[in-house]
């Protein structure tokens, strides 16, 4: 009897070590279960952000191809060439930006026509009868303005006693009212003076003849010239030479001609990129400069709206190392914010 019991004793043992054994077993499976379910999920989350994330990269990085066209100005080329470089280098490099310089009259002739130039540069802003020819052909223009020039009178290195003039005196050798050197200043060389500048086709020889001569013929004998870099030559080996064009042009060949202090009234002020301004010591002989955008052209080649964007968030950045004082921030960013209007 007493082994009877001991026997089923153990039976009863066995059986709740067995009940117990499954019921842990049934536990660890069901948080096991829970702990995949989790890691399952929370690599489903991940690898949804990660898609997220690339697609983000892949719409932020797009790339663009085609071409963006610019002619006009060639007071602003070596800016516009600068910004298209840094374009075509370290954001679209498929995408083919050709500046060009005709100068700002001929490339609003270029800019003005049916499938014409997606920009036209400019060194004075778009004339009456040039919008009108726009408004005639149905073509929407957005003016940029892009930095601020400073009107240069240069000279040649060995003119050791023409450093500085007045606006006056400068007004009387461009309009040939003085012919010689000694007329100005009886201490100086009795030579005849040697007037050169920038052609019709460019808005430095219009601005020079609307705003500083105040559309006064200019001395006959003046030589004007297309390509900038024929004017910076041709005075750089006269004596007797005196020229105008934008502070760009002087800035990049100062090694090989003289820039003169100009004396507006209150003393004689170098052009440089410190007092080049529309209200700083060198006003007298500052302006702005631009480029014409074609809207339809923007909103219909994403390559064209793409450069317009780069142009008005990053203008300020290569300005000066091409010769221009930058635009005020706040005017750079209400010209962003129109751009992107256009989208």
Request: proline share 4%; aromatic share 8%.
């Amino acid at each position: 009897m007493n082994k009877l019991k001991l026997l089923l004793l153990a039976l009863v043992t066995i059986l709740s070590i067995g009940l117990l054994a499954a019921c842990g077993s049934d536990s660890e499976e069901g948080n096991n279960e829970e702990a995949n379910a989790n890691e399952t999920e929370e690599t489903n989350e991940s690898e949804s952000e990660e898609t997220s994330s690339e697609e983000e990269n892949t719409e932020a990085s797009e790339e663009l191809e085609g071409s963006v066209v610019i002619d006009g100005s060639g007071t602003v080329y070596p800016l516009m060439a600068k910004l298209a470089e840094e374009y075509m280098i370290n954001e679209q490099p498929n995408v083919s930006v050709e500046v060009s310089r005709a100068g700002t009259s001929a490339g609003f002739e270029k800019f003005l026509v049916e499938d014409g130039t997606d920009f036209n540069d400019a060194s004075r802003p778009i004339k009456d009868e040039e919008q009108a020819k726009a408004d005639e052909l149905g073509i929407e223009v957005m003016e940029m303005k892009v930095a601020l020039d400073g009107l240069t009178i240069v000279t040649n290195p060995e003119n050791d006693w023409a450093t500085e003039l007045t606006a006056e005196q400068v007004n009387d050798i461009f309009l040939g009212n003085v012919t010689t050197w000694s007329e100005i200043n009886p201490e100086w060389p009795d030579e005849e003076i040697q007037t050169y500048g920038p052609n019709e086709n460019h808005g430095t020889y219009e601005f020079f003849y609307e705003s500083i001569v105040e559309e006064q013929d200019l001395v006959e004998t003046i030589d004007l010239q297309q390509e900038y870099s024929t004017l910076v030559t041709l005075v750089a080996e006269d004596k007797n030479a005196i020229g105008f064009f934008g502070f760009g042009y002087y800035d990049s060949n100062k090694d090989k001609i003289n820039a003169v202090g100009i004396d507006f009234g209150e003393g004689a002020v170098v052009p440089s990129l410190d007092t080049i301004g529309e209200e700083g010591p060198y006003a007298g002989y500052t302006r702005p400069v631009f480029t014409y955008l074609n809207k339809a052209h923007a909103q219909e080649k994403p390559q064209v709206y793409d450069y317009a964007v780069y142009l008005a968030e990053s203008i300020n950045e290569f300005a000066g190392e091409t010769g221009f004082a930058p635009i005020p921030e706040e005017e750079r960013e209400a010209m962003l914010e129109e751009v992107q209007a256009l989208k």
